[in-house]
């Protein structure tokens, strides 16, 4: 097997399923050894099994993500069994406490904390000073779109999650003259056994109904591993510090639409909502897309924005029948008020 990551040496921990298990499989199809780590021995095995039967090259190591010893070891046995470590993939992690965060104990927060932003800690911990030896490479951490969002009913995932990102930026940083590049993904709806169980779906049949993303449907953790193995690859030496989504366009949306309550077993994507219109607004007119386009009604409104009078914030109120309603402010220049357009909402509407 010879591909973009060939002769390289990745761990990945939680790679014994999901996005995990993606990954892994896509480091060996594209000739890299990879190192997997996972609590669950028979799974972890089984999915070694897989690789090697495909002609890859792959270690097993039983390890809680969450220990640092185990953090330790999983890099250790990259060393020993190839050589070196050139890449490392943090995925272990997942949403254990939910509900209202008032409702939740010290030990419930400690034990999300630890699963999700101190396991990636003691990854980096050990990960980094084994690549630095080699010259540098790539490591990517799992954020979620919940690093980046705020999620209710999730607030302790949310919050190890941004914590994920914060770390990822600053120890990029620390090491961005090495050689070390160090970036997090924001995933949303991946077709993975959590999401399913957040879902309370079926383990092998179709996910109930459209998903939460501007796309309607799911990734599949084959998607996600091909970014990932992009980012190990040299051919992104210039990208380091980035929280780069890939969420069907969640991310996208909310930059237009404020946040709304999530939906069971909606870690990431949400429905969007509905906003007031700006204070102040003196002025309106109508704008009508060509019938070229989708039929929709857009009104504009705009004020001034206090000690600049080349600026002004404006309204944006958007009725479209299949992307819902939305009203967001925006500054803009005054000779780009005729060019606004509808800013698209996440809600769909019957």
């Known amino acids: 097997m010879t591909g973009g990551l060939d002769g390289k040496v990745v761990v990945v921990s939680g790679g014994s399923s999901g996005i995990g298990?993606?990954?892994a499989r896509r480091v060996a199809r594209e000739g890299g050894a990879v190192v997997i780590g996972a609590r669950r021995t028979g799974p972890g095995e089984h999915a070694v099994a897989a690789i090697r039967n495909e002609g890859g090259r792959a270690l097993f190591v039983p390890a809680d993500a969450t220990v640092e010893e185990d953090a330790a070891a999983l890099v250790d046995a990259a060393v020993d069994g190839f050589g070196r470590l050139d890449g490392a993939v943090n995925n272990a992690g997942g949403v254990r406490a939910t509900g209202p965060l008032h409702e939740l104990d010290a030990d419930e927060w400690r034990a999300e904390v630890d699963h999700n932003l101190t396991s990636v800690f003691f990854g980096l911990k050990y990960q980094v000073p084994a690549i630095l030896e080699v010259g540098g490479g790539s490591i990517v951490n799992n954020a979620s779109l919940a690093g980046v969002t705020g999620v209710p009913g999730l607030?302790?995932?949310?919050?190890?999650?941004?914590?994920?990102?914060?770390?990822t930026r600053s120890v990029a940083l620390e090491h961005a003259t090495a050689g070390v590049r160090i970036n997090a993904l924001v995933t949303g709806n991946v077709d993975t056994p959590l999401y399913r169980r957040l879902l309370d779906a079926d383990p092998d049949g179709?996910?109930?109904?459209?998903?939460?993303?501007?796309?309607?449907?799911?990734?599949t953790p084959d998607e996600v591993a091909s970014l990932v193995a992009y980012l190990l690859s040299d051919a992104t030496?210039?990208?380091?510090?980035?929280?780069?989504?890939?969420?069907?366009?969640?991310?996208?949306?909310?930059?237009?639409?404020?946040?709304?309550?999530?939906?069971?077993?909606?870690?990431?994507?949400?429905?969007g909502a509905r906003r007031p219109s700006p204070p102040a607004v003196r002025r309106s007119r109508s704008l009508r897309p060509s019938r070229r386009r989708s039929s929709y009604r857009c009104s504009l409104g705009r004020r001034n924005v206090p000690g600049n009078p080349r600026r002004h914030v404006v309204g944006v109120r958007a009725d479209h029948p299949v992307a819902g309603v939305d009203v967001a402010p925006v500054q803009v220049g005054r000779h780009r008020l005729d060019a606004l357009e509808h800013l698209g909402a996440e809600e769909r509407v019957a």
Not at 155 to 167: E, Q, R, W
Not at 238 to 253: E, H, Q, R, V
Request: glycine fraction near 14%; avoid cysteine.
């Open 21 to 23: 298990l993606a990954v």
């Open 155 to 167: 607030a302790a995932y949310s919050a190890a999650k941004h914590g994920v990102v914060g770390l």
């Open 206 to 219: 179709p996910l109930p109904g459209e998903q939460p993303n501007p796309t309607r449907r799911a990734a």
């Open 237 to 271: 030496t210039f990208i380091t510090g980035a929280a780069l989504p890939i969420d069907g366009g969640s991310t996208a949306a909310s930059s237009s639409s404020p946040p709304a309550p999530a939906t069971a077993g909606e870690p990431g994507g949400r429905p």
